[in-house]
């Protein structure tokens, strides 16, 4: 914010992930946890000239290093590890089938708790691990053979979204 205007026309922001201290390896996301922007995206008239109470804004599975205890529950409370790795090293060592569901969980979530935040599918991401260097959702195939397979998992989110919005147009009768 500038002057009481905003400086951008969207915010992007980590998602900010916390772990179940008594489970293992999983993680939620919550409300007030952190410094997360939920519930805190201002708005105002922006510089390209519309105007808004909240910008809309993109949360997305970070990646900033690892700990000094990879695998680990963050005991002391030492910045925003997740079982010691950041958001998408983390992610990238769960099973794909809990890849999936914590995929359709956290856009479930997000778009629930704060309809101004939008959940950016991971993609290609760096990771930070001795075993995950990047993390590639695709498919594996040739070109990328260490893909992690989370590509379908991710169409079947966009896909089941878009049935809901073409349904919610014909019951409004657009």
Known sequence: MHDGKPLLDFNAFPLRVMEVSDRPEEAILKMGFSDGIYGHSQGGLTFSGWN????????????YGVSRHPGRPNEKGEFNWVWGYDEITWFAHQTPEYRSNWLQYAWNWVRTTDPDGHLE???SRTAVSPDTLWYFANNPSPAVPNGLGDENAIRSIWSADSTKLTDAKSAAGD
């Open 52 to 63: 808004c109470e909240h910008l809309p804004y993109l949360v997305e599975l970070d990646n």
């Open 121 to 123: 599918m991971p993609g």
